[in-house]
């Protein structure tokens, strides 16, 4: 089984290249399951229900976000909608699962593949440098406590490479996959892991890289000069997908290999 995940789809320069290039690595790479991480789709904050629909019209089948998910308010109808009628395409939204209880939606989704493979996707969020939420390691084991499907990708949206790769080996050899997204930068450190789970720190963002991760770069810039608040938006040039896919037995949910892309636009 073949998986690809897409790094973080930052406004609509990510958007047009996930337009551009997806079912082309579909068909080049033999995929049988896209996930992608959203939470900047819209403009940069957020994701609309409407974007939502749109990514998984293009072929994406589950959407992680983070930190960036309640950006846009109407969001949240949209994911208790989800909760409600798990056949709507809502349900394959996720929010990260170690939010405290009562937070709209849901961390877990449970699906099967067109191939009739079972799988499941957890989205995570770190705690190191972010705000304080439910511990993201002790939140993987109750879900792995629940899941049977051998299939198991794991988004761990966080800043610190340390919790990152702490999670990866906490996890080794229980999910398929272990992907870092947030820092919108792809790191050099994909690899399987001892017991079969595949890891990168950060997989990287499929946005407008002519820019601060994925903010015009003035405003960064004089952000870092004078201090002073500023309304932040989007960069627009030199856009690239990022991704890496994952090939594992369907039989055990064990990585083969992970391989990192990088297109430019
Ligand atoms: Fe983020």
Redo the contacts with the bound molecule.
């Keep these: 089984m073949r998986i690809l995940f897409i790094g ?1 789809i930052f406004g609509k320069p990510g958007r047009t290249m996930v337009r551009s290039h997806l079912r082309q690595l579909v068909a080049r790479h033999g995929i049988d399951l896209t996930i992608a991480n959203g ?2 789709a819209a403009g940069g904050f957020g994701i609309t229900p409407q974007i939502a629909e749109e990514l998984f019209e293009l072929g994406i089948e589950v959407i992680t976000t ?3 998910v309640w950006d846009k308010r109407e969001l949240i109808d949209y994911l208790n909608a989800g909760l409600d009628e798990p056949a709507t395409p809502a349900r394959r939204v996720l929010r990260p699962a170690n939010y405290p209880a009562g937070t709209p939606g849901s961390g877990l989704y449970q699906g099967t593949t067109r191939g009739g493979v079972a799988y499941a996707v957890i989205n995570l969020q770190g705690r190191v440098f972010m705000n304080s939420i439910d511990d993201p390691f002790r939140t993987a084991d109750a879900l792995l406590a629940q899941i049977s499907s051998r299939v198991v990708i794991v988004d761990m ?1 966080a800043e610190a490479t340390s919790e990152k790769i702490a999670l990866g080996w906490y996890l080794d050899g229980r999910v398929t996959a272990v992907i870092g ?2 820092t919108h930068v792809p790191t050099a450190d994909d690899r399987v892991l001892n017991k079969g789970t595949a890891y990168q720190t950060d997989v990287g963002m499929t946005g407008p890289w002519q820019g601060v991760i994925g903010i015009q770069t003035e405003l960064i810039i004089n952000r870092f000069l004078n201090g002073m608040p500023t309304r932040f938006e989007a960069a627009t040039g030199d856009p690239r997908l990022c991704a890496v896919v994952i090939d594992c037995d369907e039989q055990t949910g064990r990585a083969r290999s992970i391989e990192r892309l990088l297109i430019c636009g």
């Design positions: 973080d939470e900047n983070g930190n960036h949206h997204t947030h």
